[in-house]
């Protein structure tokens, strides 16, 4: 009888599959590449934040103060002016502007609106409705829209013992002109004011013309002493 050959040596699979997926991936990529589209992406997803939570922007994170994203619904607003009215934080300038005499009122509406340039808030996306941003970021940045001049407006008459809230609305008839001032009560009465007017007009009647659709104060804030 012949002499049987011997047994073939066995194969190790492993860089065998190993170089096969390799070889399609390269072959993948420089498919695309050859192409002209970049070949996709793995998704990064941020965790969820629960509603009306703190977001800082990246540019917080390293400076005084922060900025929260705001969806438009009341629970969510309420949220975050309980976390932006930080009282401590302008309680300075409340201090002065009372020992330098005269309306306080007039004279907190002049040095917002006198302090802070306009500027639009950035576009987050998402359910982000506004970017607010804390009364020491205000401060330091010296730039805000609408709502953060109502924000540290309402942070300062606070600071001074006078009750103040945030009122967001818009014109009769125009819902697109949505936009923030303040009211309160004073040894005066009833005011409403304009924190981007460097006059620093004290109005003590309802804005006419204007459409209430949320006062962020009774509800959101605890009175002054």
């Not at 020992?99 to 907190?108: I, K, Q, R």
């Not at 576009?123 to 506004?130: A, E, P, S, V």
């Not at 125009?174 to 007017?197: K, L, N």
Request: aromatic share 8%; with cysteine.
């Amino acid at each position: 009888m012949p002499k049987p050959s011997p047994a073939p040596a066995p194969v190790d699979l492993v860089p065998v599959v190993f170089g096969s997926l390799v070889a399609v991936g390269v072959g993948y990529i420089l498919f695309h590449a050859l192409r002209g589209t970049p070949a996709p992406q793995p998704t990064v997803r941020e965790p969820p934040s629960p509603k009306g939570a703190c977001t800082l922007a990246p540019d917080d994170i390293q400076g005084p103060g922060f900025c929260v994203c705001v969806p438009a619904d009341l629970e969510s607003r309420c949220q975050a002016i309980r976390l932006l009215v930080r009282v401590e934080e302008v309680q300075h300038v409340a201090d002065r502007l009372i020992e330098e005499g005269g309306d306080f009122v007039s004279a907190a509406v002049k040095f917002v609106a006198r302090t802070l340039a306009w500027t639009e808030d950035p576009d987050w996306g998402g359910t982000c409705f506004d970017q607010w941003c804390s009364p020491r970021r205000l401060l330091q940045t010296r730039k805000g829209d609408c709502d953060d001049h109502a924000i540290l407006l309402t942070t300062i008459l606070l600071a001074g013992g006078v009750w103040a809230q945030v009122v967001i609305g818009h014109r009769v008839g125009d819902p697109t002109t949505m936009h923030a001032w303040v009211e309160g009560r004073d040894v005066g009465g009833f005011f409403a004011v304009e924190p981007q007017d460097k006059v620093g007009l004290v109005n003590r009647t309802p804005w006419s013309g204007w459409v209430v659709l949320q006062r962020l104060g009774d509800d959101c804030l605890p009175r002054a002493a």
